[in-house]
């Protein structure tokens, strides 16, 4: 299905790499103006900020890292700014930083946890007033398989990306009455530099439990946000979308 999105504000955490960059790409395909962050790929920023403007897209960036709040109130403020709202907010960025409890440091803890959980506390409180004075707006937040079933060596990521569960189900009760949705996507196993130290072997154990026996492309992922963030999803809040081919269920 194709989604209109032109004359819409959208911006995305983490737009250089993976499922963010999918993103970007998805929504100025549908018609969007686009902001994105990055923390530490100029390079790629500044190509796909360059791409973007020669197809005639309306492009911002931010450079920052997602777990300040100052990060946050920059982007946001830069955007309604440049462009008078913010109708949609995707809460992409993530890291992982893997081990068993034996072996997983506090700081390795709080990495993820400020990364993936505290950023989307950091945008969402950022981008609540425009939100709330348009009395419209979109959210959607990159929750996780792992957040759903849990991970051996993942305990910090699973955390964070239950966390975003709840708080995605709590803002969603918060905003209803003011035309703002929050819902969450939760990929399974998507090709990007994240799962790219996935080797066979754990590859395929993965594929055993995955129905559709493939992982997901990027834009597997960018299409579901595409529909949350939609006119068509008007009505769905406080939802988690799976897209895991079945490996959750
Ligand atoms: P990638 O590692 O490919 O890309 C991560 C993006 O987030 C990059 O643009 C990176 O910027 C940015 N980023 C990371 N940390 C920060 C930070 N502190 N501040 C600002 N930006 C930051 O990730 P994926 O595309 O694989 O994952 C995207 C989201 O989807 C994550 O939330 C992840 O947890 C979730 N997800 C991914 C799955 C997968 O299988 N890949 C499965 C389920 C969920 P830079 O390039 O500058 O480093």
Redesign the pocket.
Known sequence: MTHDFTDQSVLI??????????LVEAFAGAGARVA???????D??EELRSTLKNNGTDVLVF?????EMS?AEEAVEGVTEAWDSLDVLV??????RDGLMLRLGEDDWDAVI???LK?VFNFSKAAYMPMMRQRAGRIVN?????GVMGNPGQTN?AA??AGIIGFTKSMAKELGQRGVTVNAV??????????GALDDEQRETILENVPLDR??S?DD?AQAVLFLASDAASYVTGHVLHVDGGLAM
């Open positions: 955490t983490g737009g250089t790499r993976g499922i963010g960059r999918a994105f962050t990055y923390r530490s790929s100029t790629a920023a450079q920052g890292d997602v777990a990060a809460n992409n960025a993530g890291i992982a400020e990364t993936n950023s990159l929750s996780s398989v792992v990521y964070s990306k939760a990929p399974g196993y998507v090709q990007t530099d994240m799962t992982l997901a990027t992922v």
